[in-house]
């Protein structure tokens, strides 16, 4: 079982908007600690976004709310007068400051929260929350994910740990951050070393991930440190902070709604690694790659498409790159007819690797995301029915 870092502790329950799993999540420390926040772009972003990236701001916060099955978006006024009252009512319970609560919510879109039913869960808030588990938590958070997703690490040199959760199978598409995740750690560092750090790592990890294409309203990531574990090699910390959220990137892609396969796309000899995860994000986002994936199909073509339609970046010459599945070169190495065919069984697997070379210069970006299954669209045609 996986503790929370020192310093943080947990009250996951059941208030009634799931039928019959938990959908209350609170993490908390005991006083106000460093923190930051990465939240989603969206023009349609829920109140409780709005409402997060407002307590953030000064980089302190004590606890992280979580309300699953339920987005609250999209629901004027009202639903942010309602987000403002769990900060304040959770708040109360804890001893600590509205303004240093992060409220996050995930589910369906454009329907209130039943407020009746929150306010009584909140008033079965212990003042001193208990739990230390994190998988707990992780599962509280769930809505269409088949599996808790929880990563940890420690970090080198230390007594400090790193330990993420994360939620999210469907409508992933980063901008700025995805999903809900939340990372607890003991580590003792500044608010602005502890948001310099996140913002890097989240470039790397969360927002190189892709299951649909569609970035949430309601996408937040946030990070808390106790301090409880004292101070920490920046380098150490950073490269445990990559290893938990990256960890739970990996989780995610492979738990995409319907998927059988984790894609990994990796370009390199590019330009510059804003041109080598563009064309990654092309390829692992491609219906017609998703869908060759998923039916074990070798066929490198629908790879050339998609880095074909980056048009804007006109360094590419079709006839410098190189296509790789795995190990094996498909293009511009072309293979006969039975070679492609024993391809078929790698492309079955449960990780895919897409290798490509541009060839216009050095940088490399990697990306994730999951074949397109018809168990995808059964599923999202019938989400609110």
Not at 86 to 94: E, I, Q
Request: negative net charge.
């Amino acid at each position: 079982m996986t503790d929370l870092p020192r310093g943080f502790t947990h009250h996951v329950a059941n208030i009634g908007i799931k039928d019959d799993t938990d959908d209350f999540v609170v993490v908390t420390a005991d006083r106000r600690v460093p923190c930051a926040g990465l939240f989603t772009r969206s023009r349609f972003a829920g109140p409780s976004v709005l409402l997060s990236r407002e307590h953030v701001a000064d980089g302190m916060a004590q606890a992280v709310v979580v309300i699953s099955k339920n987005s609250n978006v999209a629901t004027g006024d009202r639903g942010m007068d309602d987000a403002r009252e769990v900060a304040a009512s959770v708040a109360a319970r804890l001893g600590a400051e509205s303004a240093d609560i992060v409220v996050t919510s995930t589910g369906v879109i454009g329907r209130l929260y039943p407020m009746d039913r929150v306010r009584t869960g909140i008033a079965a808030l212990p003042a001193s929350p208990s739990g230390r588990d994190a998988l707990a938590p992780a599962t509280g958070m769930m809505t269409t994910d088949t599996v808790a997703k929880v990563a940890e690490a420690d970090v080198a040199g230390s007594a400090a740990r790193i330990v993420g959760m994360a939620k999210g199978v469907g409508m992933i598409e980063p901008d700025m951050a995805t999903h809900i995740s939340l990372v607890f750690t003991d580590a003792e560092l500044s608010s602005a070393e502890l948001d310099a750090a996140f913002r890097r790592v989240v470039d790397r990890t969360f927002n190189c991930v892709s299951i649909d294409t569609d970035t949430s309203t309601s996408d937040s990531s946030v990070i808390l440190a106790s301090g409880d574990a004292g101070g920490v090699d920046a380098d150490a910390f950073d490269d445990a902070l990559l290893a938990v959220c990256l960890d739970l990137t990996k989780q995610i892609a492979r738990d995409g709604e319907g998927a059988n396969s984790l894609i990994e796309v990796t370009v390199d000899a590019a330009r510059d690694r804003g041109q080598a995860k563009r064309v990654a994000k092309t390829i692992v986002n491609s219906p017609l790659v998703k869908t060759a994936v998923h039916g074990g199909d070798p066929n490198w073509g629908r790879v050339a498409m998609a880095i074909g339609k980056c048009s804007d970046d006109t360094d590419i010459d079709q006839d410098a790159v190189i296509i790789r599945f795995g190990d094996t070169e498909v293009y511009p190495n072309l293979l006969d007819d039975d070679d492609l065919a024993a391809l078929s069984g790698y492309m079955r697997g449960d990780h895919v690797v897409i290798h490509v070379s541009l060839s216009t210069g050095q940088a490399d970006a990697t990306v994730y995301g999951c074949d397109l299954s018809d168990t995808y669209v059964r599923f999202n045609a019938d989400y609110t029915t």
